[in-house]
């Protein structure tokens, strides 16, 4: 069975740092872009990185450039989310994603898997 599993998420105060990380088990994520969504409370989920299965290429989201960094690891299968001067209107649930990149400017529906998701929250 795939599993996607988050972790690193937290509390932060504004201008802070946050690193997520993504374990993926059953799953060779060399062959599949991999990157992060987010859910903040009566918002619509959103996706915010992608990096493509060579690492040449990624998106991000304008809300989140020149702050965030997605990296991935395809020995371990693991996929990490560096988060910079993190602003209160980062927080939301960030979900972990294996599925093409052009899937990340939707809501990613058809994503082929998730992860369960782990709470960033940021402070003024």
């Known amino acids: 069975q795939v599993k996607l599993v988050e972790s690193g998420g937290g509390s932060v105060q504004a201008g802070g740092s946050v690193r997520l990380s993504c374990a993926a088990s059953?799953?060779?994520?060399?062959?599949?872009?991999m990157g992060w969504f987010r859910q903040a409370p009566g918002r619509a989920r959103e996706g915010v990185v992608c990096i493509n299965t060579s690492g040449r290429s990624t998106y991000y989201v304008d809300s989140v450039k020149g702050r965030f960094t997605v990296s991935r690891d395809a020995a371990k299968d693991m996929v990490y989310l560096q988060m910079n001067n993190l602003e209160p209107d980062d927080t939301a649930v960030y979900y972990c994603?294996?599925?093409?990149?052009?899937?990340?400017?939707?809501?990613?529906?058809?994503?082929?898997?998730w992860g369960q998701g782990t709470q960033v929250t940021v402070s003024s």
């Open positions: 059953q799953l060779d994520i060399e062959y599949y872009s």
């Open positions: 994603a294996a599925g093409p990149c052009r899937l990340y400017s939707g809501d990613g529906h058809n994503l082929d898997y």
